[in-house]
């Protein structure tokens, strides 16, 4: 054997190539078999997907992709429309303050956050590192504002100790030092106050501007102290007496404390009983909010009388599908309140201020009406009864008096009234019974409808109504 391998040498090199390179071609060759199946069964389906599609109607193509993209973005829009109407009805405010908002210094920020805000030029490339950080930033938009403010407000030392974070407030900070970082932070919050104050029933001033900024994007209430706190409920009540009277809206004591546990002294002077922890100041400035527009729709819808307003109290249980606050329910990434209002006035205002709850959506507040209690406060069927007993009772004394003027003469001894009978000379004394049932008579002969009093409306004639408005507001958990 290998005597012929070394004397053909050759042909066992050609041989074994070949066989080898014959094996390398077949497994290739299954590869690229394996592949071809792959490719038809693609193939294949596509052709089914291309036949069904083109079996359908309206049959697809350039004009209906054109049209679906059209439809996509319309219905973002709305979504987001609808989204804003769940949000903060400040937020109209923020976007006024965000507007006039100069861009933040470049030398405020830190080298991460001035590569995510700063504008990037065409020559960038050719830029140095010096050049490219004394870039001026963009403006921001509200989502940036809100992040650039949160991650300053972490990120301070004194913010990530508890003694600190109660002495350095998140207020305190947005004033003292993240400010710093715009040129014209006083116009930009001027503009604010501007909006805001067509859109809150808060009165708003130096004390309260920033809380409410902050507010309005998705950041805790400030709380002040109690003595500033009762101050500012004082006003805040006196601003919406004063709105109630304008609008000869009836402000009644219930409402006048709804939230605040307190009482007022013949001077009109509020006193707070009871402490109030952080959060329960935080719900009292919402739910007042809300009042405040309640107020505001009551005195458009002509009601006459606000009587009372109680906010349902939850318990602090967890139920499936839904989490329960003390004066909330959430649902999803929505916060539900539930109000009841006792008013008073005539049908068509309290109609109208229902109409006027419904279409508050509109102005960011949406309102769901859940239910209506109506009761009449004049009560017409016991004014009719009351009425027909104090006749009845008229008439007694009537026949009384008759009889005490007549003595021992009982009827016959009645005194007797001198009348001018036409045509005659003559006077006659005619007794007054006789003068009513000749008019009873007379009346009784008439037509139904020609007789006095027929079609008055006797019973339900009263004008004005109580009603009990059951209303859930609605609001986006994280505008809370």
Not at 80 to 98: D, H, N, Q, T, Y
Not at 300 to 319: C, Q
Not at 330 to 348: F, N, R
Not at 459 to 476: C, N, T
Request: aromatic share 8%; net charge neutral.
């Amino acid at each position: 054997m290998n005597k012929f391998t070394k004397k053909n040498f050759m042909l066992v090199a050609v041989l074994v190539g070949s066989g080898v390179l014959a094996a390398a071609l077949l497994i290739a060759a299954g590869i690229v078999w394996l592949d071809l199946l792959q490719r038809i069964g693609d193939t294949k389906a596509a052709r089914e997907k291309v036949e069904k599609l083109t079996k359908a109607k309206p049959a697809p193509g350039d004009e209906n992709e054109r049209r679906i993209k059209h439809d996509i973005v319309i219905f973002q829009k709305a979504a987001k429309e609808l989204r804003k109407a769940f949000g903060s009805p400040l937020e109209p405010a923020v976007e006024a303050f965000i507007k006039e908002l100069q861009p933040p210094y470049a030398k405020q920020l830190t080298d991460e956050q001035h590569e995510r805000f700063r504008i990037h030029p065409a020559n960038e490339d050719e830029m140095s590192q010096e050049q490219i950080r004394n870039l001026k930033t963009r403006k921001l938009s509200v989502e940036d504002f809100r992040g650039l403010f949160q991650e300053a407000f972490e990120n301070n030392p004194g913010s990530r100790d508890e003694n600190q974070r109660q002495l350095l407030s998140t207020q305190n900070f947005f004033i003292m030092v993240f400010r710093r970082k715009f040129p014209n932070w006083n116009s930009a919050l001027a503009k604010f106050v501007e909006k805001a104050k067509t859109l809150t029933h808060e009165p708003i001033g130096r004390s309260n501007d920033v809380a409410l900024l902050l507010t309005a994007m998705g950041f805790p209430r400030a709380i002040p102290n109690e003595q500033e706190f009762i101050r500012h409920m004082e006003s805040y009540r006196a601003a919406l007496i004063q709105k109630a009277e304008a609008g000869k809206l009836e402000f009644m004591p219930a409402v006048a404390n709804f939230m605040l546990n307190g009482s007022t002294n013949n001077s009109g002077e509020f006193n707070m009983s009871g402490g109030f922890a952080p959060a329960d100041i935080r719900e009292i400035f919402f739910h007042w909010d809300v009042l405040g527009d309640f107020v505001s729709l009551l005195c458009k819808s002509g009601v006459r009388t606000f009587h009372d307003l109680r906010a349902r109290n939850f318990s602090e249980t967890l139920e499936e599908g839904r989490k329960l606050g003390t004066y909330s329910e959430t649902v999803g990434s929505y916060k539900l309140y539930h109000y009841s209002l006792e008013i008073s006035g005539t049908l068509k205002s309290i109609r109208d201020f229902c109409t006027n709850l419904d279409n508050s959506y509109k102005n960011g507040r949406p309102y769901v009406v859940r239910a209506v209690t109506l009761y009449a406060e004049e009560n017409g069927a016991g004014l009719l009864m009351g009425q027909m007993q104090l006749d009845k009772k008229e008439g007694a004394n009537q026949d009384e008096n008759n009889e005490n003027y007549g003595g021992r003469r009982g009827r016959r001894g009645r005194r007797r009234q001198v009348v001018e009978v036409a045509g005659s000379e003559k006077e006659q004394q005619v007794d007054p019974d006789e003068l009513r049932a000749q008019e009873e008579a007379r009346i009784k002969a008439l037509p139904v409808h020609e007789r006095p009093g027929y079609g008055a409306v006797l019973v339900g004639s009263g004008e004005l109504f109580r009603a009990i408005i059951d209303v859930d507001y609605i609001i986006l958990e994280q505008n809370q």
